[in-house]
């Protein structure tokens, strides 16, 4: 399939590499157009003039931008180029509502929409190894299904419209949950004063192993908190399970409520554009203070 890539930041670039490899990239589109010219260098992929012209000549395209106006934004205009029979992946993490709008807006005009945000981080997508949620029509995904599978090791249906984000949410509440976890409880090691080195080695391959801590572990400990993963971007997805949890008044959720009052506290600081790992930075004030 001619595939064409909107959005080539930490994820998007990339998958547009790896689609590269696959041999699928056919155009690229980046708001900052420097990213996109430095990629085209790259892989020889002309750099569409705009969404719109993109639109025109591609069979699939994969957008991968920050926030649910974003989605919105590339979405209309990829509609005022559509040709019917286009499929559009959406693997930015944004609203079920999102999701809706945006598979309504491209209804109109014959193409399809799939949210199919992913997870498994910037080696994820290095590798092409992400984890892929998917919600639409299950047909428009098994069409689709060969040309993922050059970005992602396992595709998942999980159902109508929305649902691919509705499970994003699911797992990005869980990834806050496990941030507060490892920071804490290395945090703690640390203050003990054991070789946290030696102690990252062992635990990783014990039961209380995780993606997190075996990637941003040491990391952490050495005070480096590059992207990865935007803090401020795992605070909207936050916001966003937030507002899903209106559908169920009376209900609280402890670690969703405790990680945005962490994280808004170190985006007051400057620390948005850190990685999530930038929460050992509260985690470590707090127990030698
Ligand atoms: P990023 O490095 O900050 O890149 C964001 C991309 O979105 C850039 O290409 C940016 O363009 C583009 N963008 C932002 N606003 C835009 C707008 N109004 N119009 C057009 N383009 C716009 O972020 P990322 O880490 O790749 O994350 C992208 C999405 O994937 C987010 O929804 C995030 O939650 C999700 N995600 C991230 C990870 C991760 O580990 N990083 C994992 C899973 C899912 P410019 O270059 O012009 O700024």
Same mark, same amino acid.
């Given at each position: 399939m001619k595939v064409g890539v909107i959005g080539l930041g930490a994820m998007g670039a990339y998958m547009a590499m790896n689609f590269n490899k696959a041999g699928?990239? @056919?155009?690229?589109?980046?708001? *900052? $157009?420097?990213k996109a010219e430095a990629l085209a260098e790259q892989t020889g992929v002309e750099v569409a003039e705009n969404p719109s012209a993109l639109a025109g000549t591609c069979e699939l395209i994969l957008i991968c931008v920050s926030r649910d106006t974003d989605v919105l934004e590339? &979405?209309?205009?990829?509609? $005022?180029?559509?040709?019917?029979?286009?499929?559009?992946?959406?693997?930015s993490t944004v609203s079920s509502e999102t999701a809706t709008k945006a598979a309504s807006l491209l209804a109109g005009k014959g193409g399809s929409f799939l949210d199919c945000p992913v997870s498994g981080g910037v080696e994820g997508a290095k590798n092409a190894a992400l984890a892929m949620m998917v919600g639409g029509d299950e047909a428009v995904l098994e069409? /689709?299904?060969?040309?993922? $599978?050059?970005? $992602?090791?396992?595709? &998942?249906?999980?159902? =109508? *419209? !929305?649902?691919g984000q509705a499970?994003?949410? &699911?797992?990005?509440?869980? /990834?806050?949950?496990?941030?507060?976890? &490892?920071?804490?409880?290395l945090s703690f090691g640390e203050a003990m004063g054991l070789n946290m080195d030696n102690v990252i080695d062992v635990v990783s391959t014990g039961a209380a192993g995780n993606w997190f801590l075996s990637h941003r572990g040491k990391s952490m400990l /050495? !005070?480096?908190?590059? =992207? !990865?993963?935007?803090?401020?971007? @795992? @605070?909207?997805?936050? *916001?966003?399970?937030?507002?899903?949890?209106?559908?169920? =008044?009376? *209900?609280?959720? =402890?670690i969703l409520e405790m990680t945005l009052v962490h994280y808004q506290r170190l985006m007051d600081q400057g620390f948005g554009d850190e990685d999530i790992s930038a929460l050992y930075r509260l985690k470590k004030i707090q127990l030698q203070g």
């Open positions: 699928h990239l @056919h155009r690229i589109w980046n708001r *900052t $157009a420097q590339m &979405v209309e205009q990829i509609a $005022a180029g559509v040709r019917p029979g286009i499929i559009v992946v959406d693997t069409r /689709a299904r060969d040309t993922l $599978a050059s970005i $992602a090791s396992n595709i &998942v249906y999980i159902g =109508p *419209t !929305g649902s499970c994003k949410a &699911v797992n990005q509440l869980m /990834a806050a949950g496990i941030n507060q976890a &490892v920071t804490e409880a /050495a !005070g480096s908190y590059a =992207p !990865g993963f935007k803090l401020a971007l @795992h @605070h909207k997805d936050l *916001t966003i399970c937030q507002s899903m949890l209106q559908k169920f =008044p009376g *209900t609280s959720l =402890p």
